[in-house]
């Protein structure tokens, strides 16, 4: 029998253990770790402090319990779950890391992050939220000036424009190699599946090696290239080609959407939230003659995050990545208490049906396996209407 997935995927599950010892040797040889939890984080300007830039725990149910002990129960999973993780000491990111960067994406994470600033040395940059606007571009790359000035005085070093430069250059290269990863789901069928696609993508901002980290996706990319050769697919060509949308996924119960889509036969074939290919869409600009925290500032503020007003970005981006993908049905996952996200769903759904005229469907969940009954059933609806080909449910 033919094994559908990748080899090197195991190698990159392996991450998450191997990248928890890495982290503590780099603390106990003195290197300096960043850690972040956002897309809207500049990783940039960490590596160019000589630090370590990571991703911070934050897609489990398991410490959810321990972060409602001081936390309203009725607040998004991904905050009581980063806040668990922190007071809990579970997250090996968290524990070496020697900062903190936050953001100020939503009024949940920003009140949360009050509290967690009382545990680490923590930065917050203050994100305009009104996108395509000048203004917000000079006040964005004040913050990227801040944070650059903080780190220096943190580490007692010196972020130089050439050091700035070489991280870009670094960044851009780990974002191309994984826009490619994921554009090889753009055939028909995909060669890997969802899961997969969101276990490399999201596993990425553990990379304590950078280096290593590209060198293992594109491995992981030659294997598929060449899997794709011998006819080797993870869907059968028949299979419904589902975008997913909306709030960022990750192992450990934020998975609990895909999970059910392709448990049920369908093929992920795009992800187009923050842990998917929304922070690969733009790379920051290279050219020598501009100031690179400008640079910085164009990139990141072009993140096309429900946050943001408007968001047209968000809609051009799930149009460009349905017609690419040749997808059947777009799904929108929303976190319970996701206010951005839950009340730009109607937006999306609007623009789906009308403008692509795809069908759609929203799901509002959260970490735990309460609703994973209700999830499989209605997801097994929603397929059963694309292969049909009515029009929406």
């Known amino acids: 029998m033919i094994d559908l997935r990748p080899e090197i995927m195991q190698e990159i599950e392996d991450l998450r253990g191997v990248n928890s010892v890495k982290i503590k040797e780099a603390h106990e040889e003195g290197k300096k770790v960043v850690g972040m939890y956002c897309v809207f984080s500049p990783s940039e300007i960490a590596l160019a402090a000589d630090a370590i830039s990571v991703t911070l725990c934050g897609t489990s149910q398991a410490p959810i319990e321990a972060a409602e002990k001081e936390l309203p129960r009725n607040l998004c999973p991904l905050i009581k779950s980063s806040y668990g993780f922190a007071i809990t000491d579970t997250c090996p990111y968290f524990y070496f890391s020697d900062v903190l960067l936050a953001e100020t994406t939503c009024d949940g994470k920003k009140k949360m992050y009050e509290l967690m600033g009382e545990i680490k040395p923590m930065h917050i940059m203050n994100l305009p939220q009104t996108a395509n606007d000048k203004d917000s571009l000079g006040l964005w790359k004040s913050e990227m000036v801040k944070f650059k000035e903080y780190l220096e005085k943190q580490f007692d070093v010196e972020i130089t424009d050439e ?3 070489d991280a870009i ?59 794709m050769e011998e006819g080797i697919y993870a ?14 996924t990750g192992v450990g119960g934020a998975d609990k959407v895909l999970r059910s889509l392709e448990d049920a036969g369908a093929a992920v074939v795009a992800l187009e939230n923050c842990t998917g290919y ?29 946050c943001m007003t408007n968001n047209n970005g968000r809609l051009d981006l799930i149009k460009r990545l349905s017609e690419e993908y040749d997808v059947d049905g777009i799904v929108d996952m929303t976190y319970q208490a996701c206010h951005t996200y839950a009340i730009e769903s109607f937006t999306v759904k609007k623009f789906v049906q009308d403008e692509l005229n795809l069908p759609f469907m929203q799901i509002e969940t959260d970490y735990s396996e309460s609703d994973t009954g209700q999830i499989k059933t209605r997801v097994e609806a929603f397929l059963e209407t694309l292969q049909s080909s009515s029009i929406n449910i």
Request: hydrophobic letters at 40%; aromatic letters at 4%; one cysteine or more.
């Open 163 to 165: 050091k700035l430069r």
């Open 278 to 306: 929304k922070g690969l869409d733009v790379l920051v600009d290279e050219d020598m003659n501009k100031d690179p925290l400008l640079a910085l500032a164009e990139k990141y503020l072009s993140t096309p995050c429900s």
């Open 169 to 227: 250059k670094l960044m851009n290269r780990e974002r191309k190699a994984m826009r490619k990863l994921h554009k090889l789901n753009a055939h028909k069928p995909a060669p890997l599946s969802g899961m997969d696609m969101m276990l490399a993508q999201w596993l990425k901002g553990f990379n304590v090696d950078k280096e290593a980290g590209i060198d293992l996706v594109e491995r992981l990319i030659s294997e598929v290239e060449e899997r």
């Open 235 to 248: 869907y059968s060509e028949n299979a419904p080609r589902i975008l997913l949308t909306g709030c960022p």
